[in-house]
Antibody, heavy 121, light 107 residues
Framework: QVQLQESGPGLVKASETLSLTCVVF?????????WGWIRQPPGKGLEWIAS???????YYNPSLKSRVTMSLDATKNHLSLSVTSLTAADTAVYFC??????????????WGRGTPVTVSS | EIVMTQSPATLSVSPGERVTLSCRAS??????FAWYQHRPGQAPRLLIY???TRASGIPARFSGSGSGTEFTLTISSLQSEDFAVYYC???????????FGQGTKVE
């Protein structure tokens, strides 16, 4: 059974850089799926941040593109997300997910439980 | 940029009732459309993809329909475990991007 487990610092300061990790259990990250990060600010809906296809291009939400980097480490079998120049608006639960390219519309069929991040001033 | 608008924001219902959730796209979109269920503290769960196909393991009481700019998720008879927030999501392939609605809370 494939599982995703996110981890992060929990609390970070404004203007600093956030680094998150998603470890993949039960499958290789080098399989033919899109991997993605999605976040949910308090009291708000889901927001797609970025997606990556192994051996391919990384795609970013245009509203976040200038501050976000997503990468994959096959040796550690994990994904990473970096967000720079943090503000309070980046406070959210951050989810790692896998989009299934065998399903119509490449939906996110597998999700982690998320890791909360609070940006303090 | 395509915007997905869900209505209503909150829906108060009782177990056994039929529930209809709506999602409207700001412009006509393809049927690369999905619905998710999200309970507090849990991972979101894929319910419907391709606008109308139930994901693996999803009960038959969940159904999706629609095309163009109007999409609907129907729960035929609400069960206690169905109280959650529901999100619609559209996939655009050039370049790849995933856009979510703001969610409907079923309480």
């Amino acid at each position: 059974q494939v599982q995703l487990q996110e981890s992060g610092p929990g609390l970070v300061k404004a203007s600093e850089t956030l680094s998150l990790t998603c470890v993949v259990f039960g499958s290789s990250v080098n399989t033919g799926y899109y991997w993605g990060w999605i976040r949910q600010p308090p009291g708000k809906g889901l927001e797609w941040i970025a997606s990556l296809y192994p051996s391919g291009t990384t795609y970013y939400n245009p509203s976040l593109k200038s501050r976000v980097t997503m990468s994959l480490d096959a040796t550690k079998n994990h994904l990473s997300l970096s967000v720079t120049s943090l503000t309070a608006a980046d406070t959210a639960v951050y989810f790692c997910a896998r989009a299934d390219v065998t399903l119509d519309g490449f939906p996110f069929a597998l999700w982690g439980r998320g890791t909360p991040v609070t940006v303090s001033s | 940029e395509i915007v997905m608008t869900q209505s209503p924001a909150t829906l108060s219902v009782s177990p056994g009732e039929r529930v209809t959730l709506s999602c409207r796209a700001s412009q006509s979109v393809s049927n690369t459309f999905a619905w998710y269920q999200h309970r507090p503290g849990q991972a979101p769960r894929l319910l419907i993809y391709g606008a109308s196909t139930r994901a693996s393991g999803i009960p038959a009481r969940f159904s999706g329909s629609g095309s163009g700019t109007e999409f609907t998720l129907t729960i035929s008879s609400l069960q206690s475990e169905d109280f959650a927030v529901y999100y619609c999501q559209h996939y655009h392939n050039r370049p790849p991007s995933w856009t979510f609605g703001q969610g409907t809370k079923v309480e």
